[in-house]
């Protein structure tokens, strides 16, 4: 029998920042360089993602950008401070 392997749970990476750190990021995210890609996302997912964009008045794909980017910086950060604590 296959079991899934337990996961933590979720912590929102935007918990901690203000609505106006978070939409100054947003508007940043849409002043950098870009390189298109391609991506295939669940319908929900997208359309969840636009109606979080539409309430903060941002466009959708400038929200994805900051949603990977932060996930990313978290990611790395767990990296960091596991690879410290390894020493």
Same mark, same amino acid.
């Given at each position: 029998?296959?079991? =899934?392997?337990?996961? =933590?749970?979720?912590? @929102?990476?935007? !918990?901690?920042?203000? %609505?106006? !750190?978070? *939409?100054? *990021?947003?508007? @940043?995210? &849409? %002043?950098?360089?870009?390189? =298109?890609?391609?991506?295939?996302?669940?319908? %929900? +997912? &997208? $359309?969840?993602?636009? #109606?979080?964009?539409?309430?903060? $008045?941002?466009?959708? #794909?400038? +929200?994805? =950008?900051?949603?990977? @980017? #932060?996930?990313?910086?978290?990611? *790395?950060?767990?990296?960091?401070?596991?690879?410290?604590?390894?020493?």
């Amino acid at each position: 029998m296959n079991t =899934k392997a337990s996961r =933590k749970p979720y912590s @929102d990476p935007f !918990d901690a920042r203000s %609505d106006e !750190d978070f *939409e100054r *990021e947003v508007l @940043d995210a &849409l %002043d950098r360089g870009t390189t =298109k890609i391609s991506l295939r996302v669940p319908n %929900d +997912l &997208l $359309g969840r993602t636009r #109606q979080a964009a539409e309430r903060r $008045g941002v466009p959708y #794909q400038a +929200l994805i =950008k900051v949603l990977i @980017d #932060q996930g990313v910086r978290r990611l *790395e950060r767990v990296a960091t401070g596991s690879a410290r604590r390894h020493r």
